[in-house]
T-cell receptor, first 113, second 112 residues
Framework: QKEVEQNSGPLSVPEGAIASLNCTYS??????FFWYRQYSGKSPELIMF????GDKEDGRFTAQLNKASQYVSLLIRDSQPSDSATYLC?????????????FGTGTRLKVLA | GAGVSQSPSNKVTEKGKDVELRCDPI?????LYWYRQSLGQGLEFLIY????????KSGLPSDRFSAERTGGSVSTLTIQRTQQEDSAVYLC??????????FGPGTRLTVL
């Protein structure tokens, strides 16, 4: 079992729809969670981070965290073709005094015009 | 620019040669990470430096790979006796403790 799992996709949604990206993690010691966006041929860039249970909203993006179920999600409202990219979920944990920052393999999102 | 920089941006080498890839992190960031990303694939963790602690080398794929970080700042990833399967984009990232990672633009390595 991978420590951070994501569906590789592609996830295709029509323009204007809500895109829902999901991520599960195995280490219950994970404390912080990050969503990065990576355009083809570019480096990842942070979209949002979350460390408390519940929702966190930033513009069209909402991150959701459920520690009991060990999943994190990212909702993109009013999806635009420019949102087409790979979305990487990452979890940060401290285990036995060692920091771990684990990335999932990413979900490719396609927003269809 | 205050971002993470990497050099060279592109490197083409012949099989069997050694290469050095450089990363300049954001000033003040204590953590530095190296990743490898093959075409269409996810990030493959290679090595992690945190302050003055011993680096986490658990992701290095073979003993041909090594990295150092001098003075808690600049890092160099060295690949000895390169193989064709080493061809990938090598990404460096830095962060302040458990916060977000800032990625450099990457070095595209092609081994002929």
């Amino acid at each position: 079992q991978k420590e951070v799992e994501q569906n590789s996709g592609p996830l295709s949604v029509p323009e204007g729809a809500i895109a829902s990206l999901n991520c599960t993690y195995s280490d219950r010691g994970s404390q912080s969670f990050f969503w990065y966006r990576q355009y083809s041929g570019k480096s990842p860039e942070l979209i949002m981070f979350i460390y408390s249970n519940g929702d966190k909203e930033d513009g069209r993006f909402t991150a959701q965290l459920n520690k009991a179920s060990q999943y994190v999600s990212l909702l993109i409202r009013d999806s635009q073709p420019s949102d087409s990219a790979t979305y990487l979920c990452a979890a940060y944990a401290i285990t036995s005094g060692t920091y771990k920052y684990i990335f999932g393999t990413g979900t490719r999102l396609k927003v269809l015009a | 620019g205050a971002g993470v920089s990497q050099s060279p941006s592109n490197k083409v080498t012949e099989k069997g040669k050694d290469v050095e890839l450089r990363c300049d992190p954001i000033s003040g960031h204590t953590a530095l990470y190296w990743y490898r990303q093959s075409l269409g694939q996810g990030l493959e963790f290679l090595i992690y430096f945190q302050g003055n602690s011993a680096p986490d080398k658990s992701g290095l794929p073979s003993d041909r790979f090594s990295a150092e970080r001098t003075g808690g700042s600049v890092s160099t990833l060295t690949i000895q006796r390169t193989q064709q399967e080493d061809s990938a984009v090598y990404l460096c990232a830095s962060s302040w403790a458990p916060n977000e990672q800032f990625f450099g633009p990457g070095t595209r390595l092609t081994v002929l």
